[in-house]
């Protein structure tokens, strides 16, 4: 996999947009010549994404190196690291590529990560960060979490409004809800190892959230 592709062929000129549109009016009963000359997309391309005899429905891909994860399970790979972030368990470098090979592996995708090592490599990050511009990686100052968090009305606030929205979106029972010892939970957070940030302003490209 290389990190700068350079396209060099005039094939899927047409677009997804394009392509998705002639898939729907396909699916409405427009005959598929027809659609084909009205989107300029090669009869026999429009018949395999109609037929789901490529791997991706509806997704220009040229030649043999497709994404590694479809397009919304990565979107929910970058929600999961701004969710982390927030709660001021930023994930590192590591624990994302890992999170991406396990991903892969319980989807059953083809892809091309070590299964040795049991983590996507650095090309793919590269690309990760490439298509979601906001996130960034920084290693970040050390930082105390019992100052983090301490107990004033806006941090308290803060971690009410944040467990308040993980019980309503995972609808836990009040049997999975614990009070956890904190013993061998380090709390000094974002020493030596890179992590991944949330960018807070397009502006400022370098200022990074530090929670």
């Given at each position: 996999?290389?990190?700068?592709?350079?396209?060099?062929?005039?094939?899927?000129?047409?677009?997804?947009?394009?392509?998705?549109?002639?898939?729907?009016?396909?699916?409405?009963?427009?005959?598929?010549?027809?659609?084909?000359?009205?989107?300029?997309?090669?009869?026999?391309?429009?018949?395999?994404?109609?037929?789901?005899?490529?791997?991706?429905?509806?997704?220009?891909?040229?030649?043999?190196?497709?994404?590694?994860?479809?397009?919304?399970?990565?979107?929910?790979?970058?929600?999961?690291?701004?969710?982390?972030?927030?709660?001021?368990?930023?994930?590192?470098?590591?624990d994302v590529k890992r999170l991406a090979f396990e991903i892969a592996e319980s989807y059953n995708l083809k892809h091309p990560f070590?299964?040795?090592?049991?983590?996507?490599?650095?090309?793919?990050?590269?690309?990760?960060?490439?298509r979601y511009p906001d996130l960034s990686i920084r290693s970040p100052q050390a930082t105390n979490l019992s100052r983090a968090v301490?107990?004033?009305?806006?941090?308290?606030?803060?971690?009410?409004?944040?467990?308040?929205?993980?019980?309503?979106?995972?609808?836990?029972?009040?049997?999975?809800?614990?009070?956890?010892?904190?013993?061998?939970?380090?709390?000094?957070?974002?020493?030596?190892?890179?992590?991944?940030h949330e960018i807070q302003s397009t502006e400022e490209q370098l200022s990074i959230k530090h929670r």
């Amino acid at each position: 996999m290389v990190r700068t592709y350079v396209k060099n062929t005039e094939r899927g000129q047409y677009g997804n947009k394009n392509l998705e549109d002639a898939l729907k009016a396909v699916n409405d009963g427009t005959p598929l010549i027809r659609t084909s000359k009205e989107y300029g997309i090669p009869a026999r391309t429009l018949r395999r994404h109609r037929d789901n005899k490529v791997q991706q429905p509806g997704k220009v891909a040229l030649g043999r190196h497709l994404p590694a994860l479809p397009s919304h399970v990565e979107k929910e790979l970058h929600d999961h690291i701004q969710t982390m972030e927030q709660s001021m368990y930023g994930l590192t470098v590591n624990d994302v590529k890992r999170l991406a090979f396990e991903i892969a592996e319980s989807y059953n995708l083809k892809h091309p990560f070590n299964k040795t090592g049991g983590k996507a490599g650095r090309d793919w990050l590269h690309g990760f960060f490439s298509r979601y511009p906001d996130l960034s990686i920084r290693s970040p100052q050390a930082t105390n979490l019992s100052r983090a968090v301490a107990f004033n009305r806006p941090q308290v606030q803060t971690f009410f409004a944040l467990y308040k929205e993980v019980l309503q979106k995972r609808q836990f029972l009040p049997s999975q809800i614990w009070n956890m010892d904190e013993t061998g939970i380090t709390s000094r957070i974002g020493f030596k190892e890179e992590r991944v940030h949330e960018i807070q302003s397009t502006e400022e490209q370098l200022s990074i959230k530090h929670r």
